[in-house]
C-alpha cells in the first residue's frame, strides 16, 4: 500500500508563489508517476503535472506551463509542486497521486490519492 500526504496550501495574493510537497510513504516499488491534480470548486478533477518517479520525464498542463515546476527526491520519497505567479483560477484542492502506468492524465489510472491541499488565490 502506498500513501501520498500532501502539505503546503494556504491562501495568497495572485503573482504570489506556493510550494505543495508529497511525501510518498509504503511500498513505492510499483510506482511509475506521480500526478498533481487540481479540483476547483464545481469542477471535475484535472491533471495539473507529473513526473516519472524514475528519470524524471515531466508533464504540464498548458495553463500552468512557465509557471508551475514539478519535482521530486527519491532519496525523501517526496514529489513536489513550485507554484510561481498564482492566479485566481489556480485556486482550488490540489491532490497529489500515485500511478502504476508510465504516463496518464486521467485520475483513473492514479491508485493512490492524498487527502488533498487547499490552494486559495485572491484578486
Known amino acids: 500500500q502506498v500513501q501520498p500526504v500532501e502539505s503546503g496550501g494556504g491562501s495568497v495574493e495572485a503573482g504570489g508563489s506556493l510550494r505543495l510537497s508529497c511525501a510518498l510513504s509504503?511500498?513505492?516499488?510499483?510506482?511509475?508517476?506521480m500526478g498533481w491534480f487540481r479540483q476547483a470548486p464545481g469542477k471535475e478533477r484535472d491533471i495539473v503535472a507529473s513526473?516519472?518517479?524514475?528519470?524524471?520525464?515531466?508533464y504540464y498542463t498548458n495553463s500552468v506551463k512557465g509557471r508551475f515546476t514539478v519535482s521530486r527526491d527519491n532519496a525523501k520519497n517526496t514529489v513536489y509542486l513550485q507554484m510561481n505567479s498564482l492566479k485566481p483560477e489556480d485556486t482550488g484542492d490540489y491532490y497529489c497521486?500515485?500511478?502504476?502506468?508510465?504516463?496518464?492524465?486521467?485520475?483513473?489510472?492514479?491508485?493512490?490519492w492524498g487527502q488533498g491541499t487547499q490552494v486559495t488565490v485572491s484578486s
Open positions: 509504503g511500498r513505492t516499488s510499483g510506482v511509475y508517476t
Open positions: 497521486a500515485a500511478s502504476r502506468y508510465l504516463h496518464s492524465d486521467s485520475p483513473r489510472d492514479y491508485d493512490y
Open positions: 513526473i516519472a518517479w524514475n528519470g524524471g520525464t515531466t
